[in-house]
Each structure stands twice: as structure tokens, then as C-alpha cells.
């Protein structure tokens, strides 16, 4: 059993920073993927950035040069640094790590954590 758990949301002003991580828990995890999503209110999921085994990362384009993820392997650990926050960024941010399991690979996700961006 693999358990994702976040840390790092909460409230900032337009322009400052914060910082989430999301640590993976469980025997003997092999991780593939891990990133980040968030989700507005009345929008969909979707992705924020993810890095993968071989440390290559993927970033939506609206917060390329202001997120960085990075990614500890010794303690299954993704961060997340995002800076000149602004209020199109709100929402509940999600970790979701892809987990080697066998030939195929199995989907987690965290229970999310709540940024809140004032203007």
C-alpha cells in the first residue's frame, strides 16, 4: 500500500511564493512519476508539472519559469517551489505518483492541499 502525503498549501499574496511536497510512503516503492495537478472550483484537473525516474520534467505552459519540481529519491519526495504566485493559480493541488508495480504501473493520489492566492 502506498500512501502520497502533501504538505505546503496555504494562503499568499499575489507575487509571493510557496512551496508544497508531497512524500510517498509503503515498502518498497519504486516510483516512475510523481507530480503535481490542481483543480479551481467548477474546473477540471489538470497537470501542474511532473518528473519522471529519469528526472525529466513536464510543465503546463502558464507556470513555466515560475514552478520548479524537483524530485528526492531517497525519500520518495517531490517538491514543488512556485513563486510569483497570482490568483489564476488557486485551487487544490494533488500528488499523484506513478508506482512501478510488476509490468505495469498503478496510479496514487494524495488527498490534496488547498492554495489560496489573494490579490
Known amino acids: 500500500q502506498v500512501q502520497l502525503v502533501e504538505s505546503g498549501g496555504g494562503l499568499v499574496q499575489a507575487g509571493g511564493s510557496l512551496r508544497l511536497s508531497c512524500a510517498a510512503s509503503?515498502?518498497?516503492?519504486?516510483?516512475?512519476?510523481m507530480g503535481w495537478y490542481r483543480q479551481a472550483p467548477g474546473k477540471r484537473r489538470e497537470l501542474v508539472a511532473d518528473?519522471?525516474?529519469?528526472?525529466?520534467?513536464n510543465y503546463q505552459a502558464t507556470v513555466m519559469g515560475r514552478f520548479i519540481l524537483s524530485r528526492d529519491n531517497d525519500k520518495n519526495t517531490v517538491y514543488l517551489q512556485m513563486n510569483s504566485l497570482n490568483p489564476g493559480d488557486a485551487g487544490f493541488y494533488y500528488c499523484?505518483?506513478?508506482?512501478?508495480w510488476g509490468l505495469g504501473r498503478l496510479e496514487y493520489w494524495g488527498r490534496g492541499t488547498q492554495v489560496t492566492v489573494s490579490s
Open positions: 499523484e505518483a506513478d508506482i512501478n
Open positions: 509503503g515498502s518498497s516503492v519504486s516510483i516512475y512519476k
Open positions: 518528473i519522471d525516474s529519469h528526472v525529466s520534467t
